[in-house]
T-cell receptor, first 110, second 114 residues
Framework: SQQGEEDPQALSIQEGENATMNCSYK?????LQWYRQNSGRGLVHLIL?????REKHSGRLRVTLDTSKKSSSLLITASRAADTASYFC??????????FGKGTRLSVIA | SAVISQKPSRDICQRGTSLTIQCQVD?????MFWYRQQPGQSLTLIAT?????????ESGFVIDKFPISRPNLTFSTLTVSNMSPEDSSIYLC???????????FGQGTRLTVV
């Protein structure tokens, strides 16, 4: 298993703005997953992007993956107060348990 | 998808006692995992719970401290034994969640040891 490193550690934006958070990792991957955690609750899966994909959308979420730079980004457009949460990436290789970094704490101010 | 019921949602326990956390899944799943999240930190994998065999523990976690049961494909328990204040954390179970599949999480157990 390998661990992703999210950046920035914390992000504060106004409602309606876009939020971008990044994930870097060190070795080859099969896919990369993004999760959201609200207030120390269970994580919720957002998007899985495979190593042969460069971009994926889901509603207001846009994820990119650059395997040459070993990095991914998560963009949340038109953010809402309800998007306030911690966001984690999980780069994966093979059929192994997910490993999480420290996450990005996003605060969306109404 | 899978829906997980995790109990208790929170507890305050005395030093030296034990707490058993339960996870019930609404479908049969092969892989179940237990994580710990210390205050302000990320999730750390404690162990993989295998049905019909002993759990596989990660480095730094031992069976005597964190015994796990997995009696069938829908249920698992994690016990935090002989607790100390350092065990105060959120404990989370998850299912599936390997490199090929998304993970589903319980709502977590917020444990405070006093």
């Amino acid at each position: 298993s390998q661990q992703g490193e999210e950046d920035p550690q914390a992000l504060s934006i106004q409602e309606g703005e876009n939020a971008t958070m990044n994930c870097s990792y060190k070795t080859s991957i099969n896919n990369l997953q993004w999760y959201r955690q609200n207030s120390g609750r269970g994580l919720v899966h957002l998007i899985l992007i495979r190593s042969n994909e460069r971009e994926k959308h889901s509603g207001r979420l846009r994820v990119t993956l650059d395997t040459s730079k070993k990095s991914s980004s998560l963009l949340i457009t038109a953010s809402r107060a309800a998007d306030t949460a911690s966001y984690f990436c999980a780069p994966t290789w093979g059929n192994t348990p997910l490993v999480f970094g420290k996450g990005t704490r996003l605060s969306v101010i109404a | 998808s899978a829906v997980i019921s995790q109990k208790p949602s929170r507890d305050i326990c005395q030093r030296g006692t034990s707490l058993t956390i339960q996870c019930q899944v609404d479908s049969q799943v092969t892989m179940m995992f237990w994580y710990r999240q210390q205050p302000g930190q990320s999730l750390t994998l404690i162990a993989t719970a295998n049905q019909g065999s002993e759990a596989t523990y990660e480095s730094g976690f031992v069976i005597d401290k964190f015994p796990i049961s997995r009696p069938n494909l829908t249920f698992s328990t994690l016990t935090v034994s002989n607790m100390s204040p350092e065990d105060s954390s959120i404990y989370l179970c998850s299912v599936e969640g390997t490199g090929e599949t998304e993970a589903f999480f319980g709502q977590g157990t917020r444990l405070t040891v006093v």
